[in-house]
Structure formats: C-alpha cells, structure tokens
C-alpha cells in the first residue's frame, strides 16, 4: 500500500511518467548494460532487447502497477506479479539484482526528467519501486522454496534423449536428468528455461512450455524455430546443433497458466506453438481419466506447419466430453474451418474457464469475443511467450 505522503504525488505524476517510460526504459537498459554487460549476455534476451519488446513490457508493468496501487489501495495485482515471479525465478533472478535495477532505473527517470524530479517526487515512485521488488522477491523466494533450492540455483543438467522433428520449422526434444534421477513433477501447462551458450560466448535463456503430460518418465519440449529480425539465438540453435546425446542446462518448472483443479467445463485455445501447454494439459486429462467437458480450438497456418497435430487428435478422442475445433488460413483440410478461429461459432458453457496461448493478436480476438459473449473476465486466462505486452491493456 502506498503511503498517505506518496499517494498525492503518483497520482499527479503518473501521466508524466507514464508518457516518459518509453525513453526511461531505453535509457535504463542502456545504461545498465554499459555498467553490466554481463546481464545483457548471460541474463537478458537480446532479441527482446534488439526489437524493443522488453522495454515495452517493463514499461506496460510498471504503469499497469502503478495504476493498480492508485485504483485499489488495499489490495495487490497478484495476477500479474505472479507472472513476473515465474518468469523471474525461471531465470534464477536474485534479490540483489533488484539493487541493481534501482541504480539504472532512477538514474534514467533523472536523466530523462530533469528538474521535475523533485525530492517528493523521487521519494514517491522510490516507494512504488520497492512495494513491487519487495513484493516480487518474496513471491521469488517462496518459488525457490517450492523446488527446494538455493535462491537462484534453478538450472540443472539434462540429456537430449529424443530428437524429433515435428515440422520444417518445429522439432521437439526429450529430456531427463543426466545423474539417472526422475524428471520430477510439474504442473501441466508450466514451462522451463534452457540456456545455452552461442558461438560469441553468450549464454542466453530462452523459456519453452513442457508438451508432455507430468509424470512421463522424460520431460519434452517443442522448439519453433524464430525467423524474422533478429532471428531467434536459441532457437536456431538448438534447431542447428542439439542432438541426442547432448546436455543441455534446463531449469526447474515455472509458470502459472496451470490447468485447473475440479470438474468445470475448459476451453483450451491456441495458434501455432501455443499448443504445447495445452498438450500438457490434454495429456493429463486423458491420463486420469477426466470426464470434464474439454473444447479444444487450435489454429494454425496449414496442417503441414501444425506440430503435433495428431497427438492432439488423439489426445482429444482420449477424452469421453472433449471436442475439437482447428482452423487453418490455408485451404485443403476436411475437418478444419478456413481463415482465423471462431469462438463465437461454439457452444461454450456459462461456467466455462478459458485458457489461451499464442500470438497476442490471436489472443486478443479471442479473449475479446469470449468477454462479449459473456464469459466472466476472470475467467479467461493467458500465457505469452516473450515478454509480456498485455500488461495493463488487458482492460
């Protein structure tokens, strides 16, 4: 909760700030970078930070806190700062990093607003930064206590024992513990990072959703391979030069786009390599014997480009009350509708819970026509791969 003193001056300031963030992020991470280049190699994503998404993302979620502390004083956007958390732990973030961060952050608010930094004003959005950090770390810690390890310590070695290639551009890797230990358990639909080091000597982490059911003898993740400017490091990489046999350094699980206890009806909804949390949460369905009523949507761009299509039929069929529904933008698929996917099209229970995974414009559609068709806003659920630019826009 902010204090008495503080809340005035966020509240004056805000729109300030809020319009500055873009040019103070980027002067953040600037300057940071220069005093820390070890961070930008071994930490950050350079993609993220080459095409401006990060700073758009810390942008979006210090505003979107901000606002939620002036919004409702007595309560904390856990949603979101959960998210962050998993991501963070994911990555072996560490308290003391969070010093760090302030040092840059507010040297960029300084640099980029001048005189209008007042002691009052600085004071005040110190305060917000710290009810954020402070409430991150321990929601850290207590992730780190979960998997039993040392702040930080998430990565552990794994061996490549499957190799498939499940597309042109998609291949699927299956994994387990070089000292012979079980995988361990998961919650279906969490994600793990893997780190891997590249030719200049950067060891970059990249995030990518477990496609298989918990309690496998072998964990498995599916890697789409990221054309564009910049290419993807990691995924072109471990596309190019992971093979079986080969170790890999793979966190424990994170993520809180979980499939839900109970018996309420689900809505599973995902494009392209959105599907691989929702196989996680197919496989587990079918393997308890689950008789919920399971809708499953899936578009893509052609059967072809579809991973795992198959297994997701089969998946589905497992299912006594599962049904599916594919699209694909291109023609030539008999049980497939053509162009984006139509969840209006769909009977969908009142009491249904939505889970999407995506690209944000897919999700964007979706979400916006399951809240105008009356699903409960809390009852629709997202998981972004990258960083997140919903934050605050959710609306």
Known sequence: MLSEQATPVVRATLPVVGDALGDITERFYAGMFA???????????????????QRRALAGSIAAFAGALLESPDTRPDVMLSRIAHKHASLGVTAE???IVHEHLFAAIVDVLGEAVTPEVAQAWDEVYWLMANALIALEAGLYQEKGVAEGEVVRPMEIVERHQ???????????????RPTGTFRPGQYVSVR????????QIRQYSLSTAPGTAQWRITVKRVDGDPAGEVSTWLHEHARVGDVLEVSAPFGDLVL???????????????????????????????????????????PAEHAHREELRRLVEALPQGSLNLWYE?????????????????D??????AYLCGPLPFMRQVRGDLLAGGVAAAAVHY??????????TEG
């Open 260 to 302: 839900p206890e109970g018996d309420g009806p689900l809505l599973l909804a995902s494009a392209g390599i959105g599907s691989t949390p929702m196989l996680a949460m197919l496989g587990h369905l079918a393997a308890t014997g689950s008789r919920r009523r399971v809708i499953v949507v899936h578009a893509d761009r052609s």
């Open 348 to 353: 969908l229970p009142a009491d249904v819970t």
């Open 97 to 99: 990093q969070y010093k």
């Open 383 to 392: 998981e972004v791969f990258g960083p997140d630019l919903w934050l605050g």
């Open 166 to 180: 499940e597309t042109a551009d998609t291949v699927s890797f299956a994994l387990r513990h070089t000292d012979g």
């Open 330 to 346: 291109e023609p030539g698929a008999a049980d497939a509708g053509l162009g984006r996917a139509d969840v209006t099209a769909l």
């Open 196 to 203: 891997v080091e590249l030719p200049d000597g950067a060891r």
């Open 35 to 53: 005093a820390r280049p070890e961070l930008l190699r071994d930490l950050f994503n350079r993609g993220n930070q080459a095409s401006g998404d």
